[in-house]
């Protein structure tokens, strides 16, 4: 157990909907980041919080956007769904600089 | 811009063999490496990192090797389990940056019995 959680573990929605995928670092980090992984492809990095503000972006769609709280925990809203977003969506936390603890990953389905 | 590659999508090794993975990454500006493992329907799981100002870090079975100058590293796992099949990452990252882990694609290992 890496100390990551991740809610919900399943998601099933329709083309053009929109979903939010929460995540609760590990007690303690300040960095969360997202991944998005099709499949079996690698990992591929959507964005980095920081103590809740947003630090590096990576090939987030528009259509995806994230905040992190004050209580650090962090959203994934996820809008205008198409079936090329069916995946697993990883977070993770680290201390900054240090390595990445993941969590179980959410598997959304778009039909 | 695939800056950090794993070339070899899989990989099969016998029981108690070597099994080394490699990574080869394009930005000079990594210095930070790591490497995790994960199996099917969970998250991935750090394994072990290196920092660029080594060439060699230990963690009982698992090996990791850095060369800068070949923008190459490894990953030796001796000996192979078959508790070790399960899809392998690297990542790297640049510390004097914001610290964002580029991944590869990934290697499927399976260790035969």
């Known amino acids: 157990d890496s100390g990551v959680t991740q809610t919900p573990k399943h998601l099933i929605t329709a083309t053009g909907q929109r979903v939010t995928l929460r995540c609760s670092p590990r007690?303690?980090?300040?960095?969360v980041y997202w991944y998005q992984q099709s499949l079996d492809q690698g990992l591929q990095f959507l964005i980095q919080?920081?103590?809740?503000?947003?630090?590096a972006k990576g090939n987030i769609l528009e259509r995806f956007s994230a905040q992190q709280f004050p209580d650090l925990h962090s959203e994934l809203n996820l809008s205008s769904l198409e079936l090329g977003d069916s995946a697993l969506y990883f977070c993770?936390?680290?201390?900054?600089?240090?390595?990445?603890?993941f969590g179980p990953g959410t598997r959304l389905t778009v039909l | 811009d695939q800056q950090v590659k794993q070339n070899s999508p899989s990989l099969s090794v016998q029981e108690g063999r070597i099994s080394i993975l490699n990574c080869d990454y394009t930005?000079?500006?990594?210095?930070?490496f790591l490497w995790y493992k994960k199996y099917p329907a969970e998250g991935p799981t750090f394994l072990i990192s290196?920092?660029?100002?080594?060439d060699k870090n230990e963690d009982g079975r698992f090996t990791v090797f850095l060369n800068k100058s070949a923008k190459h590293l490894s990953l030796h796992i001796v000996p192979s389990q078959p508790g070790d099949s399960a899809v392998y990452f690297c990542?790297?990252?640049?510390?004097?940056?914001?610290?964002?882990?580029?991944f590869g694609t990934g290697t499927r290992l399976k260790v035969l019995a």
């Open positions: 930005n000079s500006m990594f210095d930070y």
């Open positions: 990542a790297a990252s640049a510390t004097s940056g914001t610290y964002k882990y580029i």
């Open positions: 919080y920081y103590n809740g503000e947003e630090r």
């Open positions: 290196i920092s660029s100002i080594k």
């Open positions: 993770a936390s680290s201390v900054f600089g240090q390595s990445l603890f």
């Open positions: 007690s303690g980090d300040l960095s």
